[in-house]
């Protein structure tokens, strides 16, 4: 009979587990600990657990941790991993580096259904969803090649790279949970930010749970009919329906937003798109990151000239809207902003 993976049960169903072996229940606390707090990926390692309780662990469970398959480094310090699951199949994680902050960029899906046709990432085929310790992992391994490359630890979280993390809500949260409980890794949650390509009912549905950790809308197009050509999610979540759920976030939770916006050349980038924008922003206690676009295999887009960028920059500073302008990091090893896809530059 196959093992289970240890690591899918919470804290309330180990304990369950526990007391079923016949093991008193803080047993339970104690496994829990070693796997959350000190990510502990073998039973060997619970030494406060006496070797016969680790045998029988052992007989019953399993752990399915993820190993780095690949590792590549940009010219400017990026580090871009490729991840294999228990499975085989492989994902992507990126380290980005900076004077103040060790940031780590992960994936919450095993490709992307949602077809975003900058988005090299949305070319794949979307396989499964990760679990959270999948998730909780590749914050662990980006961490130590953080240290081992740079001497510092992670600052800062992204739930930016493979998949849609909101179509994934549960493990997605959980992990969050592994990563920002004092059980856990004690991050703070205000250093880890959710970015969702836009699902407005789950927005709300985050608002409700009043989460702590940061949102950003892929938004990139303040126009509908702009948007459902490069951002098929929109047809079912109008720009006035995720309007909306932003702004019923910030009331709940009291947090700003961040609008990301990639500059597609003569698509999205001229005068009049910048006051669609405007138009959008001004309704929602926002950040709005003009991000430059990373030109993909997959597409035609080109990207916006540095003046055209600035002139867009300039003007939205000029109507009040908090914006900054983005470079995008790892572009040489594909690494950058919508360009994983399991793709190894030689």
């Not at 992507?92 to 992960?106: H, K, N, Q, S, W």
């Not at 856990?184 to 009043?210: N, P, V």
């Amino acid at each position: 009979m196959a093992k289970k993976d240890i690591r899918q049960f919470n804290r309330e169903d180990l304990q369950e587990v526990i007391t079923r072996l016949g093991e008193p229940s803080f047993r339970a606390t104690q496994i829990y600990q070693w796997i959350w707090n000190k990510s502990a990926t073998s039973f060997d390692e619970m030494t406060n657990l006496s070797k016969t309780f680790r045998s029988s662990l052992k007989q019953q469970f399993e752990f399915r941790p993820i190993h780095v398959d690949f590792q590549q480094t940009s010219e400017d310090g990026t580090i871009k991993a490729s991840f294999r699951l228990f499975d085989g199949n492989i994902i992507e994680g990126v380290l980005i580096p900076a004077d103040r902050r060790m940031t780590a960029c992960i994936s919450s899906q095993v490709g992307c259904s949602l077809s975003c046709t900058f988005c090299a990432t949305g070319y794949l085929e979307r396989k499964r969803n990760l679990s959270a310790a999948e998730i909780y992992d590749q914050v662990i391994q980006i961490n130590r090649i953080a240290i081992e490359n740079y001497t510092a630890p992670l600052s800062n979280i992204v739930f930016m790279g493979m998949g849609e993390p909101l179509l994934n809500y549960q493990a997605v949260l959980q992990a969050i949970e592994y990563l920002s409980s004092p059980e856990g890794l004690g991050m703070s949650s205000r250093r880890i930010t959710l970015s969702t390509a836009g699902i407005a009912k789950m927005i709300r549905k985050l608002a409700d749970e009043q989460v702590r950790f940061n949102l950003a809308l892929s938004l990139h197009a303040a126009n509908d009919r702009k948007r459902n050509q490069i951002m098929p999610i929109n047809e079912s979540n109008s720009l006035q329906s995720l309007s909306d759920a932003l702004q019923y976030f910030h009331q709940k939770t009291g947090s700003k937003i961040t609008l990301e916006y990639i500059a597609l050349s003569k698509f999205n980038d001229q005068p009049a798109d910048a006051e669609e924008l405007y138009h959008f922003a001004k309704k929602i206690p926002c950040l709005v990151n003009i991000i430059e676009y990373n030109p993909i295999q997959q597409a035609s887009f080109l990207k916006s000239s540095f003046e055209t960028l600035e002139k867009f920059r300039a003007y939205l500073e000029g109507k009040g809207i908090n914006v900054r302008l983005r470079r995008s990091r790892g572009k040489d090893i594909d690494a950058a902003c919508g360009q994983l896809a399991n793709k190894r530059r030689q």
